[in-house]
């Protein structure tokens, strides 16, 4: 399985569409599978449940899909948080969008489509979640003020000279 992760407003699924487009696969993005199963979106879930029932949820969803057929899946930015989702992600190829803080508030600053966005300890959020993401990751790809286009490039072929290698 080819997996994205990354913080919000890194581009997962921006870059992961075009990716499984050009590799033949299906896309799956962790947060609309999710609100397929539970016919919410994630602000509700949120609102409803608070963050640690939307991440038992995340994570459930998540280990189902890393179970079932080969897509590219990208995984909401909060998704490492579970030890579970961490173990379940060993040996799968596992691609990093490493965006900055900065970057991302100015690509997605003020969606409120995004509950995480409203805390104010955002910052240090950023701060823990990266350790995760680079133990995770096989591949990392720089994306600040890179060009979508040029990312997909460098995931294909990243992707392509790992899948040589295996
Ligand atoms: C979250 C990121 C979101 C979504 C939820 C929580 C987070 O996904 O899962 O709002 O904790 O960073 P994206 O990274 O796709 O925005």
């Known amino acids: 399985m080819i997996v994205l992760v990354g913080f919000m407003g890194a581009g997962k699924t921006s870059v992961g569409r075009p990716l499984a487009r050009r590799l033949g696969r299906v896309f799956v993005d962790s947060d609309e599978a999710i609100a397929d199963a539970t016919g919410e979106e994630i602000p509700e879930l949120f609102q409803t449940m608070g963050e ?91 994306v600040d003020g890179r060009h979508l286009t040029r990312v997909v490039k460098e995931v294909l072929s990243a992707v392509g000279a790992a899948d040589v290698e295996e």
Request: glycine share 10%; hydrophobic share 50%; proline share 5%.
């Open 52 to 142: 640690p029932g939307f991440r038992d949820i995340e994570a459930a969803q998540i280990l189902e899909l890393l179970d079932g057929p080969e897509v590219v899946l990208a995984l909401g930015g909060g998704a490492l948080s579970s030890a579970a989702v961490r173990e379940a992600l060993r040996g799968h190829q596992v691609v990093l969008l490493d965006i900055s803080l900065t970057e991302a508030l100015a690509r997605i600053g003020g969606d409120a489509g995004r509950p995480m966005l409203a805390r104010p300890d955002l910052a240090a959020i950023y701060a823990q979640r990266q350790d995760h993401y680079r133990q995770a990751a096989s591949i990392v790809v720089p």
